[in-house]
């Protein structure tokens, strides 16, 4: 072994998520006698009491998707996101490779409650190992009678392809994703339409992350009553956090919605190890923000995250220390915007470059003094017109950056000397 | 729903979207990614409003009732023009210094009084790819938009275009993304009207100099009569685009259409009239109008004089006009007093004529292909139209994308079948077979529709006994295919609730070729998809632009204007008045009795309009032969042809780029034609020819315009009494009949009852019958003929443009097991022979072709293919059997020396 | 506006030539000599019964394809922000000098390709790199490449998180 396993911690009483993992649930528990049962109704509305929503970043209501995806006429899909897409993520991969039968079991709950006899999860090429347990999970549930036709003596067929990807973050972006499991270019295509009419092949799909999914059996079993008391009234249930590596603690935990970041960084990560010290926070990803050290009594929470400035994502928190100058993350958050953007927008497709082109200048000394005022045209566009949450997050991570780092970016506009 | 644009109330229709609404109010928001004939994608973000105080793009916003649009929100328009400045700052500057008319881009800047960008950085350096002569691709000007994508997948449905890349480096692709000539494009040149920024262009467009004058007209190439807007500058074709509110190609156009134009300037035009006075073997010389004209005009008196007007057989032309077809037949029956006037519908349509006459009235197809929008089903038989008739092919592949099941009934594979439900792969000549067999799966499993069969049909009972003779396995047999194939084709159609039948050359070209048209519609009336609401009936696809106004107009040995009967002494006396003469009431001879009689010495004149019959007509060495017999040929053309090579007289003419008058598509729908060019040199139209030649023989044909003649016509023609100029330039097209200038064209024919004597739509019983030629020992292989995307007809326009390097010789598809039996490969000769000719040609191996089968097109007079070509006849009609000619095939030995292909 | 359409997806379902095993096709066609050439575009394409250039759009689309040819040996870096932060990119650099060859190129003897990617999911023991299909992290990328690692500059965490895995060791 010459890659460290993932750590994982569940910091909650009763761990939903990691249920199989830290609570020494089975997999695949309830499904048998759901769907032996017929109990469609009791799927959908557990799910809707829970009050789970979409873990993937865009928390859209679960029920409300399933729904509307049940209403569409069939074929229908259910999907798995399985694009763990976010550097400083990787709650998901440690479900599709630890707990693979959960997600699928989730899966099948979901196609059942939408009324879909395929699904599919898209598992990206970077996670090689999530795709073989993945399958081989897919193998054995069909041995198990999980799978197939006439599931468990019901009328109910249901089977599962695991799809892998081939290098793109944008095919995390639902559209994008139905492209990519496709083969066709992960590229985002404006919406509405939305997947739960128009999705995969066309058809009414519905696209849940596989931490969501992973919820699932979970509230069927427990009650969605039970899993809508966790977390914060605003925002119930569990979420997935992931350390990065200069924390003391690294890891993956398993937090109610509602705590305070200080307590994720300070309590559970231990704060930096040595000699680091916290220079900032970034949340969410690249699409996310970055917060100072002062801003961690913020909860874990959607909407007062994003009033700060660092969207929740998919809840990655990467710690970075003071030896890291300023315009390297800003490079860094330029270059990923421009690798990855999937070149369907004008913003997104031209910006993030120039984005790029105008970090460089901080080397150019009579370039770069306004390199900090040009970020505002560019970060306004971007903001303001950009077709996904792709080009919308790149630049709202960026104009945290720029609030954060603004004395060292500053300093480094004066200088010319590329601050780095 | 009601909703404001910028506090302007208006009203719009459900499923419209702010855009929509935008443009309702009259307000501008300027789009770059947006095309009306394409799915809108909101990607350029340059056509942003606000929406209670939000940015949306509007091409993509869905509007609502009581939506607020601001289209001068601030924070809006700010950020589309910062949208607009990024996608300028990626280009090159020449990117802004294409005139504003052809670069939505500069117009888009324009808007926002933008003239460079704050933005700097990068741009592209891709380059160019020049590979194609009418295709060209600026890389460099590429915006990602994905319009030309759209085009080439949701319009015309040939996929051969993919962005490629990603992010900042997105641009174009086609195929693999090797040089755009090697690419699937086919050239209907979608991708170059749509695009916005110039990236993708053509020749003529490329050149910034300004077009002096633009102007719409109907195409004169296939039957689909494609509205086009054709740009000219220095009395030469810069572009022809297709005209965006065209009622039938709507916004698109092939390769023909689009860009095979440059023959009208071609040097070897002919500019003046060409006599040969010395006999046959003398040299055709130069002549003078005045010379020509009664060289042409003192010969054709005496013989008309000496041996009677029936002496002279007379050929009209489908490429020409309504009103030259009429001033023609009025010439043959005023001016000579004889009937022997056909025209060359004779050659593919006849049947079609006749047989869509018998079952249903009207001599033309049911139903306009308008109606293809809302059928589940299309019956594709014995036509190719994504080569003959590439918009409807196209229209036909997105009607299967988005979800019509499709039934190709054709010994190819052709395009279509590749998307097809089920494919019918019957043996050439087999169709009535297949059609017996389909109808009687359609009867046996209860899909005939009994109530319509009740009050509207005639003929179930004679039908049916027929059909005991005609299970499914039996047909199939006879079709060469197996039962179950021919069972699942008359199951779709049968369940179809509004089910299309679209044919074309494959079902008229043969001995029984009438039989064909009859047993095709029966399936049609049996469902009861004609002549009812909703229905999409039978549409049958015309080769040339006029072939079905040439017949309209009775350019028909049998027939006056309207199909109306010569042998009917009413509709006789009626023209007799206007006229002021004496229209013959015997029938005249038909083009192929026209050379026998020519070879028998008892026609002395031919008289061929623009029809290259040496080349085109079948068995052509017999056609020779005739016109050698003749005392006289005369022939009106645009270039020196096959035919004109045996004539004394030779006129020069104009094409359609430099005509007035009318054309009738293939669903019946009359449609302007104006000149965009004046003639070159003396050439003149063959109205004024026929006016001239009238003249010269002391006769006075009336009419003196083209107007004038559409309105003689519509007098005496009651199904087209309500057309005129006048109303075609007001109101656009109309589909005939149309009986008085306040009624609408009727495009679904015979919803109160159908136009045959009893009213009722006739079903015909009609056996099998062997095709005139079967291969056997001597001749073991079929060779069918047919047409090539890129040529048209004769090739006398299309080889006379660069349509020719993407084609520039004849081949003969083989299937690759047959040419592993006889040793060849793919490019090596082979010598063709039939019962009367031998021509060679290198092969092209395909399995898109049926062992024991292989396929050409007469497009090259180097290859002569009609010289082998059979000469059978329809037993109805006269149309001869293109389609089956029983030939042998021998390899030419290689030699280093003999890559002359096809000599 | 009508009913929205993407015709690459109408294509795929009307005519049954569905592509969720496209990518893996594809991955097939690269094993051969590292790369897509348009031979094998047409080849796929082919047998997807699908037009070329929606297999061109593909190959140029995904990094995994159209990030330069790729060695018998394919590693790729993560380039993450927890391994940018730990390293600043130093193990890239480091890398290019173990294997002999720079980011995003392949050797001259086809031998070895470093590609770099966003992000292999080690955030918590960062750096990482993928060999072929073989996982190692940590500040000497868990000994991966034994001799030949270049020492860092003493730069780095303190210990190493190997072997604390599995089974929680805390909770809260």
Not at chain 2, 522 to 541: F, R
Request: aromatic share 6%; proline share 7%; net charge neutral.
């Amino acid at each position: 072994m010459r890659a460290a396993d993932i750590p994982y911690v569940s910091a909650v009483d009763q761990p939903v998520v990691l249920a199989g993992l830290v609570g020494g649930e089975e997999p695949w528990a309830v499904w048998p006698s759901v769907v032996a049962a017929g109990a469609r109704e009791k799927v959908m509305s557990e799910i809707a009491a829970s009050g789970l929503r979409g873990r993937g970043g865009a928390g859209f209501p679960v029920a409300k998707k399933w729904s509307m995806t049940a209403s569409e006429p069939a074929p229908r899909y259910v999907v798995g996101n399985g694009d763990e897409g976010d550097p400083g993520s990787y709650g998901d991969r440690l479900l599709m490779e630890r707990d693979p039968h959960r997600i699928l079991e989730g899966l099948a709950l979901a196609g059942f409650a939408v009324g879909a006899r395929h699904g599919l999860i898209l598992v990206r090429s970077e996670y090689p190992a999530a795709a073989d347990r993945l399958r081989a999970a897919v193998v054995q549930a069909r041995e198990a009678g999980h799978l197939g036709e006439r599931v468990h003596g019901s009328p109910v067929d249901f089977d599962v392809e695991i799809v892998v990807g081939a290098g793109s973050y944008v095919a995390g972006e639902e559209t994008a994703l139905l492209h990519a499991l496709a083969g066709l270019r992960a590229a985002v295509r404006a919406r509405p339409p939305y997947p739960t009419s128009h999705g995969l092949l066309g058809h009414p799909t519905a696209v849940n992350n596989v931490e969501t999914l992973a919820a699932v059996p979970w509230i069927v079993r427990h009650g969605g009553a039970a899993y809508a008391r966790l977390g914060h009234p605003d925002e119930p249930g569990t979420k997935l956090v992931c350390l990065s590596q200069r924390f003391r603690r690294p890891g993956v935990y398993e937090v109610e919605f509602g705590v305070p970041l200080r307590h994720l960084v300070e309590e559970l990560g231990g704060g930096l190890r040595e000699p680091y010290r916290l220079r900032a926070v970034q949340v969410g990803g690249p699409l996310g923000g970055f917060l100072t050290p002062d801003q961690l009594d913020l909860p874990l929470l959607s909407e007062p995250l994003a009033e700060a400035g660092a969207a929740l994502g998919h809840a990655s928190l990467v710690a970075v220390d003071s030896t890291v100058p300023a315009a390297a993350i800003l490079r860094h958050a330029w270059a990923f915007g421009a690798a990855e953007s999937c070149g369907a927008c004008t913003p997104c497709r031209v910006g993030t470059r120039r984005g790029l082109e105008l970090v460089e200048r901080l080397r150019e000394p009579e370039r770069a003094g306004a390199v900090l005022a040009d970020h505002e045209p560019l970060i306004e566009v971007l903001t303001v017109a950009s077709l996904c949450a792709f080009g919308r997050g790149v630049s709202c991570a960026v104009r945290s950056l720029l609030r954060v780092y603004s004395d060292e970016l500053h300093q480094a506009a004066l200088t010319g000397k590329g601050g780095e | 729903m009601r909703l404001s644009v910028d506090t302007i109330g208006i009203e719009v229709a459900p499923g419209a979207t702010v855009l929509d609404a935008v443009r309702a109010a009259g307000a501008v928001v300027p789009t770059l990614c947006y095309d009306e004939r394409l799915t809108p994608q909101g990607s350029c973000r340059v056509c942003l409003v606000g929406v209670r105080g939000r940015a949306m793009p509007a091409c993509t916003t869905p509007a609502a009732d009581g939506m607020e649009i601001q289209t001068d929100d601030e924070t809006a328009r700010r950020s589309a023009q910062l949208a607009l400045e990024l996608l300028v700052s990626q280009l090159p500057a020449r990117a802004l210094d294409i005139p504003a008319e052809r670069s939505e881009l500069v117009r888009a800047c324009r808007h926002f009084g933008l003239t460079g960008s704050r933005f700097d950085g990068a741009t592209r350096n891709a380059g160019v790819d020049h590979s194609h002569p009418y295709v060209k691709l600026d890389r460099d000007l590429c915006i990602a938009c994905n319009r030309c994508v759209r085009m080439c997948a949701e319009v015309q449905g040939t996929f051969a275009l993919s962005l490629a890349g990603r992010g900042f480096d997105t641009v174009v692709v086609a195929g693999t993304g090797g040089p755009w000539v090697s690419s699937p494009c086919v050239a209907c040149g979608g991708c170059v009207d749509t695009c916005p920024s110039g990236a993708l262009s053509e020749p003529g467009l490329a050149d910034p100099r300004p077009i002096s004058r633009t102007t719409i007209t109907t195409c004169g190439y296939c039957g689909v009569g494609c509205t086009l807007r054709v740009h000219t500058r220095d009395e030469t074709v810069a572009a022809i685009t297709p005209a965006h509110d065209a009622p039938v190609n709507r916004g698109h156009a092939c390769i023909k259409g689009r860009f095979a134009h440059a023959f009208t300037r071609s040097r070897d035009r002919l500019t003046t009239p060409l006599i040969r006075d010395g006999g046959r073997d003398s040299p055709l010389r130069p002549a003078s109008w005045q010379e020509a004209l009664t060289f042409a005009a003192t010969r054709l008196a005496a013989i008309r004089d000496r041996h009677g007007p029936d002496a002279i057989g007379m050929i009209s032309s489908a490429r020409a006009t309504n009103e030259e077809n009429y001033l023609a037949q009025k010439f043959a029956r005023t001016v000579l007093g004889t009937n022997n006037i056909d025209n060359c519908s004779r050659l593919c349509h006849a049947p079609s004529a006749v047989g869509l006459a018998a079952s249903f009235g009207h001599a033309g197809g049911t139903n306009s292909a308008d109606d293809l929008d809302n059928t589940d089903c299309i019956l594709v038989a014995g036509a190719n139209p994504t080569e003959a008739h590439p918009v409807i092919g196209a229209r036909i592949k997105q009607l299967v994308l988005r979800g019509a099941r499709l039934i190709v009934i054709d010994p190819r594979r052709i395009d279509l079948a590749e998307m097809a439900d089920v494919h019918v792969q019957a043996r050439p000549g087999s169709n009535v077979a297949v059609f017996n067999g389909v109808a009687r799966v359609l009867l046996d499993e209860g899909y005939a529709n009994q109530d319509f069969l009740r009050t509207r049909a005639s003929g179930l009972a004679e039908l049916a006994a027929l059909l005991a003779d005609y299970p499914p396995d039996h047909a199939a047999r006879l079709a060469g295919v197996t039962p179950e194939t021919l069972v699942a084709a008359a199951r779709l159609y049968g369940a179809a609730r509004r089910p299309a039948i679209v044919y074309g050359l494959g079902i008229t070209e043969h001995a029984h070729g009438t039989d064909g048209v009859r047993t095709l519609s029966n399936l049609a009336i049996l469902k009861g998809a004609v002549g009812t609401p909703d229905c999409c009936g039978v549409l049958s696809m015309r080769g040339q632009n006029n072939v079905q106004g040439a017949s309209d107009m009775g350019a028909l040995p049998d027939m006056l204007p309207g199909y109306q009967r010569v042998t009917d002494a009413g509709v006789r006396a009626r023209f007799n008045r206007t006229w002021r003469a004496e229209v013959p009431a015997r029938p005249g001879l038909r083009i192929l009795d026209m050379f026998a009689s020519a070879t028998a010495g008892r026609v002395r004149a031919m008289y061929v309009i623009g029809e290259d019959i040496a080349q085109t007509d079948p068995d052509s060495g017999n056609v020779r032969r005739a016109l050698a017999a003749c005392d006289l040929v005369i022939n009106h053309d645009v270039f020196l042809s096959t035919t004109a090579e045996h004539a004394d007289v030779v006129f020069p003419a104009v094409p359609f780029l430099e005509k007035d008058g009318t054309f009738v598509n293939f669903d019946r729908r009359i449609q302007r034609v104006r000149p965009a060019l004046d003639p070159p040199g003396q050439a003149r139209s063959d109205f004024d020819i026929l006016h001239l030649l009238a003249r010269a023989m002391g006769a006075d044909l009336g009419c003196p315009t083209p107007a004038d003649a559409m309105a003689e016509c519509a007098t005496l023609t009651p199904t087209f009494a309500g057309i005129s100029h006048t109303r075609l330039d007001r109101d656009g097209p109309l589909h005939w009949p149309c009986r008085s200038p306040d009624q609408p064209g009727e495009g679904r024919l015979y919803l109160d009852s159908f136009a045959t004597p009893d009213g009722r739509a006739a079903l015909a019983a009609r056996p099998y019958l062997p095709p005139g030629e079967q291969a056997d020992t001597t001749f073991p292989y079929v060779l069918i003929t047919g047409r090539r995307l890129v040529h048209y007809n004769s090739g006398s326009m299309s080889r006379r443009t660069p349509n020719h390097q993407l084609r520039p010789h004849e081949v003969l598809d083989l299937h690759p097991d047959d040419a592993a039996r006889l040793g060849l490969a793919d490019g090596d000769l082979v010598e063709v022979t039939s019962r009367r000719a031998t021509v060679t040609y290198p092969v092209h191996l395909t399995d898109t072709i049926a062992p024991g089968q292989t396929f050409t097109t007469f497009n090259f007079p180097d290859t002569l293919t009609n010289t082998l070509t059979s000469d059978a006849t329809d037993t109805e009609t006269g149309c001869p059997e293109y389609k089956i000619t029983a030939v042998s095939l021998s390899p030419v030995p290689h030699r280093a020396d003999s890559r002359a292909a096809g000599r | 506006m009508g009913e929205p359409r993407e015709a690459f997806v109408e294509l795929q379902d009307r005519l049954r030539r569905p592509g969720t095993g496209m990518l893996d096709r594809l991955r097939q066609a690269q094993v051969k000599d590292g790369r897509i050439d348009a031979e094998d575009l047409e080849r796929v394409a082919g047998g997807f019964g699908w037009p070329v250039a929606a297999v061109t759009g593909s190959v140029t689309y995904y990094a995994d394809f159209a990030e330069g040819r790729r060695g018998r040996r394919h590693v790729r870096v993560c380039e993450g922000t927890s391994c940018f932060v730990s390293s600043r990119g130093e193990h890239i650099a480091r890398l290019e000098r173990a294997l002999g060859v720079r980011l995003g190129d392949r050797a001259a003897d086809g031998s070895v390709s470093l590609q770099g990617t966003r992000c292999l999911g080690y955030c918590y023991d960062s750096p990482a790199v993928l060999d072929g299909e073989l996982p190692a992290s940590g500040e000497t990328l868990g000994g991966l490449f034994g001799d030949r690692w270049p020492r860092s500059g003493g730069r780095g965490p303190v210990g190493s998180s190997r072997g604390r895995c599995g089974r929680p060791t805390y909770r809260t």
